[in-house]
């Protein structure tokens, strides 16, 4: 009980560091102190982890379920401050939302274009990429748009992201306790200091995708795969790059949640074709030319071109997928890895990525996924000077690998604990 009460004061302290982040200013000049003080939350977040149990505790679980929630649920109220913080994705989130609760289709045009002159609001001009239509998929859109007239700006996607990132807590708690996993990795997720501060100030929804996967998961292993196509369609439709977790998923959700995943999907999309929607235009402008902090793809582009990188990108992927289709793996293990591949070889790995394999980390007591979120802080300091920022992401990867080897050593030297 006293260590349960000194986790839940340090938890405390985690969101005191990131409060205290709000007044240091969002300048890019002011990238220093707030690394600074996430990085005394992360010192924190490490003593507190350490006093909750690693492995499954009948006794009190409830009053830790109940601890790990509140604390997490502070932890991503601190940093909040109602408006976007050195991010402009917020901004795009509102304006698509806004798009479709007018009864236009987000996928035909660009914001730019003279079609949508009349629907521009005062977010307009913050907003990047003006240029490109939408990458974000339907159910996204959908929930930016039911949510627009309860609040018509940018907060609501902070606050989305918050509630969606907070939401993952329940099916990731159901499948800890099914792999008899401690709290302490319930709490590795919802009182990371990283993940808190990026959905509370830069409001990503890919807490939403991460959440319906979770569930596919829960419901797969209840042996409900109809609910788990259905869900994984929604995550797909949230975020598309969840599909690649569908051919390593197929041997369990079996034709029927294959067939229920394609139905559900096909008809979330075809009345924005129906439309004259081009719902590839804008994930393909991603896919062609966004880059930001790579790292084994950084190194492919400096030996083969860019072309040459992004189509080894492409082969690694589809090479770890179909392995794991054809091997059978677990479920849980399947999506991590393949999600992980995908984060490893992508041209861009923005910090709120590590949301995609955030889960499955803990769900196997990684320690490398914790490691991986401190050192993905050095991505914020591109801000200041996108020189510094390709500088620092050599220490930032050299972080991660050394952890990961590490790891790797130790468990192949210590005995599974099951």
């Given at each position: 009980?006293?260590?349960?009460?000194?986790?839940?004061?340090?938890?405390?302290?985690?969101?005191?560091?990131?409060?205290?982040?709000?007044?240091?200013?969002?300048?890019?000049?002011?990238?220093?102190?707030?690394?600074?003080?996430?990085?005394?939350?992360?010192?924190?977040?490490?003593?507190?982890?350490?006093l909750l149990p690693d492995s499954p505790?009948?006794?009190?679980?409830?009053?830790?379920?109940?601890?790990?929630?509140?604390?997490?649920?502070?932890?991503?109220?601190?940093?909040?401050?109602?408006?976007?913080?050195?991010?402009?994705?917020?901004?795009?989130?509102?304006?698509?939302?806004?798009?479709?609760?007018?009864?236009?289709?987000?996928?035909?045009?660009?914001?730019?274009?003279?079609?949508?002159?009349?629907?521009?609001?005062?977010?307009?001009?913050?907003?990047?990429?003006?240029?490109?239509?939408?990458?974000?998929?339907?159910?996204?859109?959908?929930?930016?748009?039911?949510?627009?007239?309860?609040?018509?700006?940018?907060?609501?996607?902070?606050?989305?992201?918050?509630?969606?990132?907070?939401?993952?807590?329940?099916?990731?708690?159901?499948?800890?306790?099914?792999?008899?996993?401690?709290?302490?990795?319930?709490?590795?997720?919802?009182?990371?200091?990283?993940?808190?501060?990026?959905?509370?100030?830069?409001?990503?929804?890919?807490?939403?995708?991460?959440?319906?996967?979770?569930?596919?998961?829960?419901?797969?292993?209840?042996?409900?795969?109809?609910?788990?196509?259905?869900?994984?369609?929604?995550?797909?439709?949230?975020?598309?790059?969840?599909?690649?977790?569908?051919?390593?998923?197929?041997?369990?959700?079996?034709?029927?949640?294959?067939?229920?995943?394609?139905?559900?999907?096909?008809?979330?999309?075809?009345?924005?074709?129906?439309?004259?929607?081009?719902?590839?235009?804008?994930?393909?402008?991603?896919?062609?030319?966004?880059?930001?902090?790579?790292?084994?793809?950084?190194?492919?582009?400096?030996?083969?071109?860019?072309?040459?990188?992004?189509?080894?990108?492409?082969?690694?992927?589809?090479?770890?997928?179909?392995?794991?289709?054809?091997?059978?793996?677990?479920?849980?293990?399947?999506?991590?890895?393949?999600?992980?591949?995908?984060?490893?070889?992508?041209?861009?790995?923005?910090?709120?990525?590590?949301?995609?394999?955030?889960?499955?980390?803990?769900?196997?007591?990684?320690?490398?996924?914790?490691?991986?979120?401190?050192?993905?802080?050095?991505?914020?300091?591109?801000?200041?000077?996108?020189?510094?920022?390709?500088?620092?992401?050599?220490?930032?990867?050299?972080?991660?690998?050394g952890a990961a080897a590490v790891e790797l050593w130790r468990r192949r030297?210590?005995?599974?604990?099951?």
């Amino acid at each position: 009980m006293i260590t349960d009460t000194f986790a839940g004061l340090l938890g405390l302290a985690i969101a005191a560091c990131l409060f205290l982040a709000r007044f240091l200013g969002d300048g890019p000049e002011d990238t220093p102190s707030f690394v600074a003080c996430t990085v005394a939350a992360f010192a924190l977040y490490a003593a507190a982890l350490r006093l909750l149990p690693d492995s499954p505790t009948p006794e009190r679980r409830q009053g830790r379920l109940l601890l790990v929630a509140i604390i997490a649920v502070v932890v991503h109220i601190a940093p909040f401050r109602g408006k976007p913080v050195r991010d402009t994705d917020a901004y795009r989130y509102h304006w698509d939302g806004m798009v479709l609760a007018r009864g236009l289709n987000p996928y035909q045009h660009a914001p730019e274009a003279p079609e949508l002159r009349a629907v521009r609001d005062e977010f307009y001009d913050p907003m990047d990429y003006k240029s490109v239509k939408t990458i974000y998929p339907p159910l996204t859109q959908a929930v930016l748009a039911a949510t627009y007239f309860a609040d018509p700006t940018p907060r609501r996607a902070l606050v989305l992201a918050m509630v969606g990132n907070l939401l993952c807590l329940w099916p990731l708690a159901i499948l800890l306790r099914r792999h008899r996993v401690g709290l302490r990795w319930l709490a590795a997720y919802g009182w990371n200091p990283l993940l808190a501060v990026e959905f509370a100030t830069g409001g990503h929804l890919d807490p939403l995708s991460v959440m319906l996967l979770l569930w596919a998961l829960v419901l797969l292993g209840s042996d409900r795969p109809i609910a788990a196509g259905v869900m994984l369609a929604l995550a797909i439709l949230s975020k598309t790059q969840i599909l690649v977790v569908t051919p390593v998923l197929a041997r369990r959700l079996g034709w029927r949640g294959i067939t229920i995943t394609a139905i559900v999907c096909t008809a979330a999309v075809a009345p924005f074709v129906a439309t004259g929607g081009d719902l590839l235009a804008g994930a393909g402008a991603y896919m062609a030319h966004w880059e930001f902090n790579s790292g084994l793809y950084a190194l492919a582009k400096w030996a083969m071109g860019s072309a040459g990188a992004r189509a080894l990108a492409a082969f690694v992927v589809v090479t770890v997928v179909t392995w794991l289709a054809l091997a059978g793996a677990d479920p849980v293990d399947a999506c991590g890895l393949a999600l992980g591949a995908l984060l490893l070889v992508s041209p861009a790995v923005f910090p709120w990525y590590l949301s995609w394999v955030l889960p499955f980390a803990c769900l196997r007591r990684s320690v490398t996924g914790l490691v991986a979120s401190l050192a993905l802080l050095a991505s914020h300091f591109h801000q200041m000077s996108v020189a510094l920022g390709k500088l620092l992401r050599w220490p930032e990867y050299a972080l991660i690998a050394g952890a990961a080897a590490v790891e790797l050593w130790r468990r192949r030297s210590t005995p599974s604990r099951g």
